[in-house]
């Protein structure tokens, strides 16, 4: 790694609070003269005074401050910026944190050390997560290297704040970094879920992702929106396989799912039917929480709900299958 200059060594003890008196006489000397050079800047952005006033390295700070300023984010994204330093702290939930500063980024996790990474070395941001039944979707910001290595930040129940992704762009774009964000989560660079995406190519229509490709071009109007949201995505998935026109899944998806349906409402009625046995018979042990009955009735429930959404699915797929003209 290249030794630091006496500039560059009095920037980064400005920026993590390092003690003047550390420093090398000569790192002193630029020090002093930065926090000059940062305050004249500071203050003539606080008090409106003319750039076109201001010394040529003053205006040079009071332009980086500027752009800092700019990554100013909105009140939900949780993030905050120091423009005299130019850190940007995108979000902060506990011990999870993340924030840029001239120098690079720092992500820190829970029960975790802290992990810097240098601009120099940031390829690009991009969307990352993940899906499961219990908690939804999970979006995380993924930063990927020039090695091909890639670090992820703590993941976010659902999607990020319009803001968050907003602030993230911009901060991309002041140091140079591409950012195709859409606070959509992904694995390996394709949708965690299979459903409705708006066109990543841009089109206007919507494009199902049924786990291995899209579907050919929907009309925006093919769902309610109050019934089906169509998830956002990112211009990567545009590079994705799309069908031509011949698009079997949705038919075929539909007939397994009356399959489905047809098990789950008789294991549904099956288990309804064991409860009230158990029930009037008085086998029930236990407390009411988890006495057999209860969980049999429990189950039935849960079938119940699965098959309806089954039935949902179904009904859904036969429309899209129609507006394709399968």
């Not at 010394?55 to 939900?76: L, T």
């Not at 047809?262 to 549904?268: G, I, N, T, Y």
């Not at 709900?305 to 003209?325: F, V």
Request: contains cysteine; aromatic residues 6%.
């Amino acid at each position: 790694m290249p030794k630091m200059t006496p500039a560059a060594e009095a920037a980064y003890a400005l920026d993590f609070n390092v003690s003047r008196d550390d420093l090398k006489p000569e790192v002193q000397a630029e020090y002093d003269r930065l926090l000059q050079v940062r305050q004249e800047a500071a203050h003539a952005l606080d008090f409106n005074v003319s750039r076109d006033d201001l010394k040529p390295e003053v205006q040079a700070e009071y332009d980086r401050i500027s752009k800092v300023a700019a990554c100013q984010p909105g009140p939900k994204s949780g993030m905050t910026v120091d423009a005299a330093t130019g850190t940007v702290t995108v979000w902060e939930r506990g011990t999870a944190i993340l924030y840029s500063d001239d120098h690079g980024v720092t992500v820190r996790k829970p029960l975790a050390s802290a992990r810097r990474v240098a601009w120099a070395e940031i390829s690009r941001f991009e969307d990352g997560g993940g899906y499961d039944s219990q908690s939804g979707d999970r979006w995380t910001l993924v930063i990927v290297l020039h090695t091909g290595q890639k670090v992820a930040t703590r993941a976010i129940a659902g999607a990020p704040a319009p803001e968050t992704l907003t602030a993230v762009r911009r901060v991309a774009e002041l140091h140079g970094i591409a950012a195709d964000v859409a606070g959509a989560p992904m694995r390996d660079g394709r949708p965690v879920r299979r459903g409705l995406y708006h066109d990543p190519g841009g089109q206007a229509g919507l494009r199902y992702w049924d786990g291995t490709q899209w579907s050919p071009l929907l009309p925006l109007d093919i769902v309610s929106s109050r019934r089906v949201k169509a998830r956002e995505s990112p211009a990567s998935w545009s590079a994705l396989p799309t069908a031509d026109g011949n698009w079997p899944y949705a038919a075929a998806r539909a007939t397994r799912l009356i399959a489905l349906f047809a098990v789950l409402a008789a294991a549904s009625a099956a288990l309804v039917a064991a409860a009230l046995v158990v029930y009037r018979l008085g086998w029930d042990y236990g407390t009411n929480d988890n006495n057999p009955s209860t969980l049999a009735g429990l189950g039935a429930v849960i079938c119940a709900g699965r098959a309806l959404g089954a039935l949902r699915e179904r009904k859904l797929l036969l429309k899209l299958d129609r507006a394709i003209g399968g």
